[in-house]
């Protein structure tokens, strides 16, 4: 495994270069959904929405990974583009997230701070 560290700013990805997303072989649009139901007519109110997406959408990532792809999460301000690009630009849904996807470069690193991880004692507390 490789550590690199921060290099103005690219670290965290916080100037306007990204072009992971040009890279990336697969850019997965994740949408919720406010109604709906098993049926595509179905227009019940879907409880729960940022809860029930965020966890699926963990689960996702987390498949990904076993399957060996590396992710990386982007949430762009706005996001609405993202209806108009996925042909999803109704009322009912809302841009989530977009997950870049793919093979690990053989030259990829990790952050040396991603290497730093809390203890248990610092993150929870046990009643």
């Known amino acids: 495994?490789?550590?690199?560290?921060?290099?103005?700013?690219?670290?965290?990805?916080?100037?306007?270069?990204?072009?992971?997303?040009?890279?990336?072989?697969?850019?997965?649009?994740?949408?919720?959904?406010?109604?709906g139901g098993v049926e595509d007519q179905d227009d019940k109110t879907n409880y729960y929405v940022h809860e029930s997406v965020g966890l699926a959408t963990g689960f996702l990532l987390?498949?990904?990974?076993?399957?060996?792809?590396?992710?990386?999460?982007?949430?762009?301000?706005?996001?609405?583009?993202?209806?108009?690009?996925?042909?999803?630009?109704?009322?009912?849904?809302?841009?989530?997230?977009?997950i870049v996807t793919g093979y690990p470069a053989a030259d990829a690193t990790v952050p040396v701070h991603a290497l730093k991880k809390k203890s248990l004692e610092q993150i929870c507390s046990f009643l």
């Open 62 to 98: 987390q498949a990904l990974h076993h399957a060996g792809l590396g992710t990386l999460t982007h949430t762009p301000k706005p996001m609405s583009f993202l209806s108009k690009i996925c042909g999803r630009d109704n009322d009912n849904e809302r841009p989530y997230m977009l």
């Open 1 to 35: 495994m490789l550590v690199a560290p921060a290099k103005n700013g690219w670290m965290q990805g916080t100037n306007a270069n990204k072009a992971y997303l040009e890279t990336a072989p697969w850019l997965i649009a994740v949408f919720s959904k406010k109604r």
